[in-house]
């Protein structure tokens, strides 16, 4: 596995030009969400092995939809399960304008030294 694309399928405002599979985040179990992701990481890697990944990718929906507290348990899991290392050459984060003010705020995308 040399990349990793990681599926976030909610958001604040549904655009109706998009294709993608997405929800509108009000009354979404989220947080079930999010431990059910780290739950499919972790049978991943038990399948594949730990392998190097040099790409990864949250796209969604909208994955800055998140509060600060969601993106962090997201963070915590890529960071515990997935171990991205300093060899990784693209991490991308899908946005839009006006959720990226937590992106901003939000200390827990910086990788962990």
């Known amino acids: 596995m040399k990349a990793a ?14 294709d ?10 989220v947080d079930e969400y999010l431990a059910a992701l780290e739950k499919e990481m972790q049978h991943t890697i038990e ?14 929906g909208t994955p800055t939809s998140l ?11 890529i ?3 997935l171990k991205p290392t300093k060899n990784l050459i693209e991490f991308a984060v ?9 992106l901003r705020s939000c200390m827990c995308l910086k990788q962990p030294a």
């Open 47 to 60: 399948q594949k092995g730990e392998q190097e990944l040099k790409t990864i990718f949250i796209g969604g």
């Open 5 to 18: 694309y990681i599926h976030i399928p909610f958001c604040e405002h549904i655009c109706h030009y998009c």
């Open 20 to 29: 993608f599979n997405k929800f509108f985040i009000k009354t979404q179990p």
């Open 79 to 81: 960071h515990s399960v």
């Open 67 to 77: 509060t600060v507290s969601q993106l962090d348990k997201l963070m915590n899991s």
């Open 94 to 102: 899908e946005a839009k304008t006006q959720t990226n003010y937590r």
